[in-house]
């Protein structure tokens, strides 16, 4: 199973996703052979590490995000990948514009696996103060666990809950 985690800026909310879900699979769902990336719809930070309020937030928490690098999502990655989240409703649509009509993988949005948190989207923290980096981290981590009972069940995520 491949999930890429899709945000804007490749820099917040996806890499910490990334993260989060790598570290809670490995204890939740250590069975499934997951693969997990996290990219960008758009390019502004390509290359980069992510931001440095994510990072700590993050590492608080005991994730580390020090070592990836943004980059954008790419053409392949609708062939690649078995499972498209978006972190928000924007970013969804610009998959949807972008998935090519072969695409094998599923989009959809991240917080469909959280459907008790009463938000649906995971709100971009990137201009807002501290507090937001807490938000998002609470919303993934939520997300994530859920993301791990559907990796669990002998059918898989095969799809993707409707999110509120
Ligand atoms: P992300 O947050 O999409 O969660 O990585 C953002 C990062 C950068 C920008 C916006 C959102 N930006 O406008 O540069």
Known sequence: ?????????NICRSPAAESVMRTLAARAAPHVALTV????????????????????????RGYDLSGLRARSVEPQDFEIFDLILAM????????????????????GLFLAYAPD????????????????????LDLIETA????CAALNTTTGPARIPRAG
């Open 1 to 9: 199973m491949r999930v890429l985690f899709v945000c804007l800026g």
């Open 37 to 60: 990336d996290s990219a960008g719809t758009a390019a502004y930070h390509v290359g980069e590490p992510p931001d440095r309020r994510m990072c700590a937030a993050a590492a608080r």
């Open 88 to 107: 928000d409703r924007q970013n969804l649509r610009t998959l949807e514009q972008r998935a090519p009509a072969t695409a094998r993988a599923r989009l």
């Open 117 to 136: 948190v009463g938000f649906s989207e995971v709100p971009d923290p990137y201009y807002g103060g501290e507090n937001g980096f807490e938000q998002v």
């Open 144 to 147: 994530a666990r859920g993301l």
